[in-house]
C-alpha cells in the first residue's frame, strides 16, 4: 500500500521559510509525478507545483504563478522523500499543504483529480 506522509509545517512570520518534506512508503518518487496542493479554510484545493524527474531526460517543473521564484521542489537522492522550500512566505501562503503522487505519464499535470495517492496534510500558517 503507498503511503505519503508530510510534515514540516507550521508558524512563520511573513518574509520567513518553511520546509515541508514528503515520504514515501510503497512507492518511490524516481517515476511520475509528485505534486503539493494547498487548501485555504472555505477555499478549493489549489495547485502549488509539481515535478517529473524523466530519468534520462532531467526534470520537469511546472509552479504555480504565485508561488514562482518563491517555492522550490526538490527530492533526495533514494528517491523517497520530497521537499518544498518556502521562501518569502507571506500571509496568503496560509493553508493546509498536501503532497501527491500520479502515476499518470501526462504533463503537466495540474488537476487534483489525476493525482491518486495523497497525504494527510500539514498545516501551514503565515502571520503578518
Known amino acids: 500500500q503507498v503511503q505519503l506522509v508530510e510534515s514540516g509545517g507550521g508558524l512563520v512570520q511573513a518574509g520567513g521559510s518553511l520546509r515541508l518534506s514528503c515520504t514515501a512508503s510503497?512507492?518511490?518518487?524516481?517515476?511520475?509525478?509528485v505534486g503539493w496542493f494547498r487548501q485555504a479554510p472555505g477555499k478549493e484545493r489549489e495547485f502549488v507545483v509539481a515535478?517529473?524527474?524523466?530519468?534520462?531526460?532531467?526534470?520537469?517543473?511546472d509552479y504555480a504563478d504565485s508561488v514562482k521564484g518563491r517555492f522550490t521542489m526538490s527530492r533526495d537522492n533514494a528517491g523517497n522523500t520530497v521537499y518544498l522550500q518556502m521562501d518569502s512566505l507571506e500571509p496568503d501562503d496560509t493553508a493546509a499543504y498536501y503532497c501527491?503522487?500520479?502515476?499518470?505519464?501526462?504533463?503537466?499535470?495540474?488537476?487534483?483529480?489525476?493525482?491518486?495517492?495523497w497525504g494527510q496534510g500539514t498545516q501551514v500558517t503565515v502571520s503578518s
Open positions: 501527491a503522487s500520479a502515476g499518470s505519464s501526462r504533463w503537466p499535470i495540474r488537476s487534483a483529480s489525476a493525482y491518486d495517492v
Open positions: 515535478v517529473r524527474w524523466t530519468g534520462w531526460s532531467g526534470t520537469l517543473a
Open positions: 510503497g512507492r518511490t518518487f524516481r517515476v511520475g509525478t
